[in-house]
């Protein structure tokens, strides 16, 4: 496993946008017509940028998987990466839902600590033929996790992925569902026994 740099954006690109074709807690937010894949890859650029310059951004050694994540304390100002996030809202969210959008990331961050620091872990893509490139990206991030004794954050939609990520030894602290639109989130964490113990 590898830490990501700027030749890998279309790699890491690839994988994210292959492999959130039909997650419901992304594709939500896009209007039914229009490329579908087109405004994943916009949001795979944004966090690609925005994960590479908080150093978050890894590859698995097969290069079938990627995790993007970053420290929620660490700000950097990047108009690079603040255009790459203007243009995934205007081309890629429908005028009529970015106000929902909005608050609904708003609800999210608003769950996670306010006034500590957390490594918040975005994305996880790995292809079908990865085999265990999602262990090893986790693994490499708790210890992250340990090494820094911060905790990490995560949001998932499936429960499947839910039910992996406890076996992992995280806990879900949280759940939030919209029967309408038929989106549920489980918020998850993980962290040291020191953590917990404080």
């Known amino acids: 496993m590898r830490r ?15 492999t ?4 419901p807690g992304v594709v939500w937010m ?12 916009r949001l795979a650029e944004f966090a690609f ?3 590479l310059n908080r150093n978050g951004a890894f590859i698995s050694s097969n290069e079938k998987g990627v995790a993007l994540f970053y ?10 990466e603040i255009c790459y996030e203007i243009r995934f809202v205007l081309l890629s969210i429908p005028l009529l839902k970015i106000a929902e959008v909005v608050r609904r990331e708003s609800y999210r961050k608003h769950i996670r600590p306010q006034n500590e620091p957390y490594f918040y872990f975005w994305f996880l893509g790995v292809l079908k033929e990865g085999a265990m490139a999602g262990f090893e990206l986790n693994n490499e991030l708790i210890k992250l996790s340990k090494s820094e004794n911060i905790p ?3 949001e998932t939609t499936e429960e499947r992925n839910k039910k992996i990520y406890e076996w992992l030894g995280y806990e879900t602290y949280n759940y939030w569902e919209d029967k309408p639109k038929n989106i549920r989130f489980w918020f998850l964490r993980w962290q040291n026994e ?5």
């Open 194 to 198: 020191k953590l917990k113990k404080s």
């Open 49 to 51: 940028v925005k994960c």
């Open 20 to 23: 959130f074709q039909n997650n």
């Open 30 to 41: 896009f209007s039914k017509s229009g490329n579908r894949t087109k405004k994943i890859r």
């Open 4 to 18: 990501a740099v700027k030749k890998d954006k279309s790699l890491v690109i690839n994988i994210i946008t292959q």
């Open 71 to 80: 420290r929620s304390d660490i700000h950097v100002y990047s108009l690079k």
């Open 152 to 154: 990490i954050y995560l």
